[in-house]
């Protein structure tokens, strides 16, 4: 099946840090990437969709400036939190889908547990 | 409202019995489609099955299978023999429009325990 490599697979570091995540489709090209936060014990919240070569769009509520996301290939997305803080400590979660035709499902990646000290 | 309402929190099901994981959705688009994912506590997102709005069968992947009522809007997911490895968070997901860019919008999960 499709598959989504997800890097790194955990961050714990000190405030005011910028920290990059990887997000690649490994065996298909994704026109579009979704990027996700967790927190504990409850549902993925949406915080943007991204096309490749477009900007992304972000969900109300969600800091673009805080949250910058690149999708300059097929194949690849980042999402880097800028300057962060113990508040963005969370599960962020990558997704990508080959098409847009409805069966398409949607892949994840294994997620990056975020850790601001 | 919520757009995918699921109502059990916490289920507890017995290795090799089957179980029924509730799942509700709201839409007015005819055109619609509804996932199931499976969590790990390691996290990764695992795609079980998918149920489009013009399907006319249930859909069935080995042991999971998806009761799809579309009068009541429900789509709760079946797990039939159930093994302690099903132990995990399950989420209902619904994509809205045909052919569609949108996303996916998730539930709030239910926490399956298989016990031994």
């Known amino acids: 099946g499709a598959v989504v490599s997800q890097h790194p697979s955990r961050v714990i570091c000190k405030s005011g840090t910028s920290v990059k995540i990887e997000c690649r489709s490994l065996?298909?090209?994704?026109?579009?990437m979704f990027w996700y936060r967790q927190f504990p014990k409850q549902s993925l919240m949406l915080m943007a969709t991204s096309n490749e070569g477009s900007k992304a769009t972000y969900e109300q509520g969600v800091e673009k400036d805080k949250f910058l996301i690149n999708h300059a290939s097929l194949t690849l997305s980042t999402l880097t939190v800028t300057s962060a803080h113990p508040e963005d400590s969370s599960f962020y979660i990558c997704s990508a889908r080959a098409g847009t035709g409805m069966p398409q499902p949607q892949h994840f990646g294994d997620g990056t547990r975020l850790s601001i000290l | 409202a919520q757009k995918i309402t699921q109502t059990q929190p916490g289920m507890f099901v017995q290795e090799k019995e089957a179980v029924t994981l509730d799942c509700t959705y709201d839409t007015s688009d005819p055109s619609y489609g509804l996932f199931w994912y499976k969590q790990p506590s390691s996290g990764e997102m695992i795609f079980l099955i998918y149920q489009g709005s013009y399907d006319q069968q249930n859909a069935t992947e080995g042991r999971y299978s998806l009761n799809f009522q579309k009068a009541r809007k429900s789509a709760n997911l079946v797990i039939s023999a159930s093994q302690l490895g099903d132990s995990a968070m399950y989420f209902c997901?619904?994509?809205?429009?045909?052919?569609?860019?949108?996303?996916?919008?998730f539930g709030k999960g239910t926490k399956l325990s298989v016990k031994p």
């Open positions: 065996d298909f090209q994704a026109t579009t």
């Open positions: 997901a619904m994509r809205e429009g045909a052919g569609s860019q949108g996303n996916l919008i």
